[in-house]
């Protein structure tokens, strides 16, 4: 299964961007899904994941601004931001992880960059 990462770009703080993560196959053996970001400087980290059940965890500078869902039909993860600031500037990347027998596998879209800028 390949991800592909889209809707990245530049936007003015306060601003909202929509991500997108299509999978070439379908997603439900995936058992969770998740975004993560990576700055010039810092370490990647967690911004959102999601559960095949539809549960969700968010990093705490992202709750109550970012949005994660996930699309079953269309085989697609979501990342809604809204009120972006500065420092949400980073490329973005999905995740999934699906188990192979009982071994964990963790996919990995190519990434989307994102800018927060006036």
């Known amino acids: 299964v390949q991800l592909q990462a889209s809707g990245g770009g530049l936007v003015q703080p306060g601003g909202s961007l929509r991500l997108s993560c299509a999978a070439s196959g379908s997603i439900f053996s995936f058992v969770a899904m998740g975004w993560y970001r990576h700055a010039p400087g810092k370490q990647r980290e967690l911004v959102a994941a999601?559960?095949?059940?539809?549960?969700?965890n968010y990093a705490d500078s992202m709750k109550g601004r970012f949005t994660i869902s996930r699309d079953n039909a269309k085989n697609t993860l979501y990342l809604q931001m809204n009120s972006l600031k500065p420092e949400d500037t980073a490329v973005y990347y999905c995740?999934?992880?699906?188990?192979?027998?009982?071994?964990?596998?963790?996919?990995w879209g190519q990434g989307t960059q994102v800018t927060v800028s006036s």
């Open positions: 995740n999934a992880v699906a188990y192979i027998g009982p071994i964990p596998h963790d996919y």
């Open positions: 999601i559960t095949s059940g539809g549960s969700t």
